[in-house]
Antibody, heavy 118, light 107 residues
Framework: QAQLVESGGGLVKPGGSLSLSCTAS????????MSWIRQAPGKGLEWLSYISGSSSTTYYVDSVKGRFTISRDNAKNSVYLEMSSLRDEDTAVYYC???????????WGQGTVVTVSS | DIQMAQSPSTLSASVGDRVTITCRASQDILAWLAWYQQKPGKAPQLLIYQSSILETGIPSRFSGSGSGTEFTLTISSLQPDDSAIYYCQHYHYYPWAFGQGTKVQIK
C-alpha cells in the first residue's frame, strides 16, 4: 500500500543546516504533489511547502521562505527539504504528505524529529 | 493569507453523544476544506475533503458540511476511539493553513 518514510532529522545548532528526505512506495510518485508539514512540541500543524509532480512549481509559507528549499527526484521516489539558518522555533516533528489533487493530504509519513538547540 | 479558526479548543462528551466542531475561514474558501484526526504520537489521518466527502475507510458517523467561511465536523455518536485532536485545513490557495485544533475527550 502507499507509504511515505521520512529520514534525516536530528539535533542541530541554531544557524545550522539539515536535510530531510521522504521516500515513497506503493504509488506512482510523479503523479502527485507533495508537501512538508511540521508540528512543534505540543502545538498544532503548520503547512510549510509544496512541490508539483514535475517540480515546476513550489510554494512556501512565509516563516520558512528563503531558508527552506523543497525538491524532488521522481527517479528515486523521493522528496527533500533542505533547511538552513535554523532557529530554535524550527524545532518540530516534520512530516511529508501526499496531496491527492485538491482532496487534502491522504498519505502521511511517520514524521522525523528536528531539534534546534545549542 | 487565509487564517483558520476552530472552536471549541477542547470539548468533553460522553460515548454516544453528538459532537460538533466548527471551523471558520478568514476569507471565502468555497468548499476547499479538509478535516484530519490526530492521535498522540501519530501522524494525522484524513477524514473528510472538499468540506463534505468522507474519505474511504472512515466510519460514517463522521460528517462534514459548510461552504464559504463556516464549516462543521460532526461525529454523530461519539465512540471511545474518537478521542483525538481534530484539525481543519483549507487548500483554496497558497499558503495552505490548518486550524489550531480541537481536542475531543471522552467523559
Amino acid at each position: 500500500q502507499a507509504q511515505l518514510v521520512e529520514s534525516g532529522g536530528g539535533l542541530v545548532k541554531p544557524g545550522g543546516s539539515l536535510s530531510l528526505s521522504c521516500t515513497a512506495s506503493g504509488f506512482t510518485f510523479s503523479h502527485y504533489y507533495m508537501s512538508w508539514i511540521r508540528q512543534a512540541p505540543g502545538k498544532g500543524l503548520e503547512w510549510l511547502s509544496y512541490i508539483s509532480g514535475s517540480s515546476s512549481t513550489t510554494y512556501y509559507v512565509d516563516s520558512v521562505k528563503g531558508r527552506f528549499t523543497i525538491s524532488r527526484d521522481n527517479a528515486k521516489n523521493s522528496v527533500y527539504l533542505e533547511m538552513s539558518s535554523l532557529r530554535d522555533e524550527d524545532t518540530a516533528v516534520y512530516y511529508c504528505a501526499r496531496a491527492r489533487g485538491v482532496d487534502g493530504f491522504d498519505i502521511w509519513g511517520q514524521g522525523t524529529v528536528v531539534t534546534v538547540s545549542s | 493569507d487565509i487564517q483558520m479558526a476552530q472552536s471549541p479548543s477542547t470539548l468533553s462528551a460522553s460515548v454516544g453523544d453528538r459532537v460538533t466542531i466548527t471551523c471558520r475561514a478568514s476569507q471565502d474558501i468555497l468548499a476547499w476544506l479538509a478535516w484530519y484526526q490526530q492521535k498522540p504520537g501519530k501522524a494525522p489521518q484524513l477524514l473528510i475533503y472538499q468540506s463534505s466527502i468522507l474519505e474511504t475507510g472512515i466510519p460514517s458517523r463522521f460528517s462534514g458540511s459548510g461552504s464559504g467561511t463556516e464549516f462543521t465536523l460532526t461525529i454523530s455518536s461519539l465512540q471511545p476511539d474518537d478521542s483525538a485532536i481534530y484539525y481543519c485545513q483549507h487548500y483554496h490557495y497558497y499558503p495552505w493553513a490548518f486550524g489550531q485544533g480541537t481536542k475531543v475527550q471522552i467523559k
